[in-house]
């Protein structure tokens, strides 16, 4: 699943890239993501996962999981153009640019990273869960990490992109949907997205 469309590019914190020191914003509460965790699906032999902020060194798997979830996910309901240009579009360059303007998140499963999201200024970028992992509680752990955080920053409400693959999910979320978009791929291909948004409960 994801909630990134092609209008904008955004940019998340890595965890511990810059404190207060450097003029940015104080990190993003580990004690807080960190509390949402969850043994959904899951045998009594399996660990439960858990949501934490990403460290610098785990930027090339985060972003191996994206163009795998990517590549996995988009090809059954979207053209042949519309795969490579999501790739693009979440490049190393952009996941290192959402570092360091706001907040990227990670579900850590057995050790291994399963699912990423970013927050950027009340907008919520690029969640993405393993095809393998999907369906268990993962993708709403994150989402319930990433509008914590928005909280925390004093949204009152966040906004996303809604890819045709996670647009169930969102609905199932309380997403509301702004408008309808398309981006032409060129080839007489286009790809279809929403713009959502949904107000934050207060605490």
């Known amino acids: 699943m994801d909630s990134e469309g092609p209008s904008k590019g955004g940019s998340a914190r890595l965890a ?9 914003r104080l990190p993003t509460s580990r004690r807080m993501v960190e509390a949402i965790s969850g043994t959904d699906a899951m045998t009594e032999n399996e660990p439960a996962y ?4 990403m460290r610098a060194d785990e930027a090339e798997a985060v972003l191996r999981l994206i163009h795998t979830t990517i590549a996995e996910s988009y090809a059954a309901v979207y053209p042949p153009r ?18 360091r303007a706001g907040t990227v998140l ?22 993405f869960v393993a095809p393998d992992r999907q ?13 914590a955080q ?21 609905d199932g979320l309380g997403y509301q949907v702004l408008e309808e978009r398309t981006r032409d791929l060129g080839g007489g291909e286009s790809l279809r997205f929403w713009k959502g948004r949904k107000a934050l409960a207060p605490r």
């Open 150 to 170: 928005a909280r925390s920053d004093g949204c009152d409400a966040v906004t996303l992109s809604i890819s045709l693959p996670s647009k169930a999910f969102y």
């Open 16 to 24: 511990g890239d810059r404190g207060p020191q450097a003029g940015g």
């Open 106 to 127: 990670v579900l850590e499963e057995a050790g291994a990273i399963v699912g990423t999201g970013a927050l950027i200024d009340g907008e919520i970028l690029a969640v």
């Open 135 to 147: 369906g268990g509680g993962r993708g709403r752990a994150l989402m319930a990490a990433l509008e």
């Open 82 to 99: 519309a795969v490579p240009f999501f790739q693009r579009f979440h490049s190393a360059e952009v996941l290192r640019d959402r570092a």
């Open 50 to 53: 858990r949501v934490r902020p």
